[in-house]
């Protein structure tokens, strides 16, 4: 039973770039949701996709913005990058009919804007 | 305001002494609980969780968190660490309420070293 996984691993872009991260849930999950780490943080939520909509956001602006296909996964779109978008991006997923938001977390991708 | 706070950043323990992480909340209802795990360079891995009934909650590698709701505290516990569980500890609060809120708040993280 394949976990979380998401692509790529490490990413470095320059500032004003455009980058696109990618996250397939574990299977039987049908909702996903993003979070940016900073070094030694705790996550931030950026936002949850179900059943095609984003359906909640965190505090993050309109350059943060997702995606999420029938087959469930999903995308991370952030616009215009700035120095302070250098983070770990972690995807997680959970499984709606089950209620209760237990989270899986992939792996995660290491952006690096110079 | 919703928060979660864990009071320290830094632990270091001996390989096979005890642990106690501490984590406190602040949240308007009775939340769901949970801690996760992340070694360095790593996704989160899911420790163990609280939503309801007893509790003293076991989880995963030996791991337990007590929850106290009276000073909205859960603390994670195992009684003999591993030099394999030095990584950093998060604790997450999130909505007992199925809806359209389902953020999960968390705190920054505690920091285990463990010597040998």
């Known amino acids: 039973d394949a976990g979380v996984t998401q692509s790529p691993t490490h990413l470095i872009k320059t500032r004003g770039q455009q980058v696109t991260l990618r996250c397939s849930p574990k299977?039987?999950?049908?909702?996903v949701s993003w979070y940016q780490q900073a070094l030694g943080q705790g996550p931030q939520f950026i936002f949850q996709?179900?059943?095609?909509?984003?359906?909640q956001r965190g505090n993050f602006p309109d350059r943060f913005s997702g995606h999420q296909f029938p087959n469930y996964s999903s995308e991370l779109n952030v616009n215009a990058l700035l120095l302070g978008d250098s983070a770990l991006y972690l995807c997680?997923?959970?499984?709606?009919?089950?209620?209760?938001?237990?989270?899986?977390f992939g792996p995660g991708t290491r952006l690096t804007v110079l | 305001a919703q928060s979660v706070t864990q009071p320290d950043i830094h632990i270091t323990v001996s390989e096979g002494a005890s642990l106690e992480l501490r984590c406190n909340y602040s949240?308007?209802?009775?939340?769901?609980l949970f801690w996760y795990v992340q070694s360095p360079g790593q996704g989160l891995q899911l420790l163990l969780k609280?939503?309801?009934?007893d509790t003293l909650v076991q989880g995963i590698k030996g791991f337990e968190a007590e929850f106290k709701r009276s000073q909205s505290s859960v603390n994670l516990r195992k009684p003999s660490v591993h030099w394999s569980d030095a990584a950093e500890y998060f604790c997450?609060?999130?909505?007992?309420?199925?809806?359209?809120?389902?953020?999960?708040?968390w705190g920054l993280g505690t920091s285990l070293a463990v010597n040998p």
């Open positions: 997680a997923s959970s499984a709606a009919a089950k209620g209760a938001d237990t989270q899986y």
């Open positions: 996709y179900y059943e095609e909509e984003e359906r």
């Open positions: 299977s039987g999950h049908d909702t």
């Open positions: 609280y939503f309801s009934g």
């Open positions: 949240y308007g209802a009775t939340p769901y």
């Open positions: 997450a609060v999130g909505p007992s309420n199925a809806g359209n809120n389902r953020k999960l708040i």
